[in-house]
Structures are given as C-alpha cells and as structure tokens.
C-alpha cells in the first residue's frame, strides 16, 4: 500500500470493504449471463455472431462483462461521475 492509498483509500462499489473498487467477492456476484448474438439476438457460444448472421461490415461478437445491477451498476455510476477517479487526480 502506497502513501496515496493510505490517504485516499479505494472502496468496493459493493460492499465498501477497503482495498479496491471491486473486492473479490462482489467480483465473483457479477457474473455473465445471457450471450446472445448481436444480430438474431438469440443465444450464441461467447456471444460471438452466428456463422449464417455474420456480415462482412457486421459485429464478430456481443460480450458483457456482467449484468448491469448491483455492484457493477453502482461502480459505472461512480464512473461516470468520476466519484471513483477523483482521488487519483488528487
């Protein structure tokens, strides 16, 4: 731990334990569900774009990091205030 994270420490967006903006445990929370193909829109293997969909000037694929609730959804929201950044401009 450096002299910066003892000042400004980071919190999980999750469960606010100190250490970072996404502790182990909320991590394992996020989890992916429901790849789909960014044409048909149906299930597909990784999200990739089904062989009979795919277009030359068309997506390869469709992937998430996970679903947008909880501690990913509190965490973007910091993001996009820039409530997370803010001690690292500091």
């Known amino acids: 731990m450096n002299l910066l994270d003892w000042i400004f420490p980071k919190f999980c967006a999750g469960c606010r334990s100190r250490g970072n903006y996404l502790c182990s445990g909320c991590l394992l929370l996020l989890g ?41 959804k509190k965490l973007i929201q910091k993001l996009k205030t820039q409530e997370a950044t803010k001690q690292e401009t500091m």
């Open 32 to 72: 992916q569900k429901n790849l789909i193909c960014p044409v048909c829109w149906k299930a597909s293997l990784g999200g990739q774009t089904h062989s009979l969909c795919f277009r030359p000037l068309g997506l390869d694929g469709l992937w998430s990091f996970g679903a947008y609730q909880g501690a990913l």
